[in-house]
């Protein structure tokens, strides 16, 4: 499975490989040698480091010899929808937008609900599973545009966020 991994604000793709990993379409072998739960040693030909990682709100804090990085990561199908949820541009508030066809099951927001990264908005039920949306980011919903029951389209509004001063 390939994960989008974004370190510093620079986003690319990774996928583990029978040798190591691909990063972007870039092979990098490596030998890997578990020293315990969240920590390896890794060799890269002759250079050897000390990798240990402990999963954190929102992704993964990564040692590799002694220096600290944090990695926001999110499997490929988790990117894709989010980038297909979530409209909107700078300056205004997100707006959210049905992924796919579906049919809404329940509305778990309302109007002037002030919400946070991960607050679930609603559920729509596609191709017979059950999906609930999730706030992209904090904010203040200024309307819901659907109810519990209603058939959408791909894109079609959901959720209308109160537009935000840039």
């Excluded at 300056?91 to 778990?108: Q, S």
């Amino acid at each position: 499975m390939r994960y989008r991994a974004t370190v510093g604000g620079r986003p690319f793709f990774v996928e583990r490989t029978a040798t190591g990993v691909s990063i972007d379409g870039r092979d990098l072998a490596f030998d890997p040698d578990r020293l315990g739960p969240g920590e390896v040693l890794l060799r890269f030909g002759t250079r050897t480091h000390h990798v240990s990682g402990e999963r954190i709100d929102g992704g993964w804090a990564i040692r590799v010899s002694g220096k600290s990085i944090f990695v926001e990561l999110e499997d490929e199908r988790t990117h894709a929808l989010r980038e297909l949820t979530w409209g909107g541009t700078e300056g205004t508030g997100c707006n959210l937008r049905a992924p796919m066809p579906g049919r809404v099951i329940k509305i778990l927001a309302e109007a002037g609900q002030t919400v946070t990264a991960g607050d679930g908005l609603m559920v729509i039920e596609a191709m017979k599973m059950e999906n609930e949306l999730r706030a992209e980011g904090p904010g203040i919903i200024a309307a819901v545009e659907v109810s519990a029951g209603d058939a959408v389209d791909r894109d079609d509004l959901l959720v209308r966020f109160e537009e935000v001063e840039a």
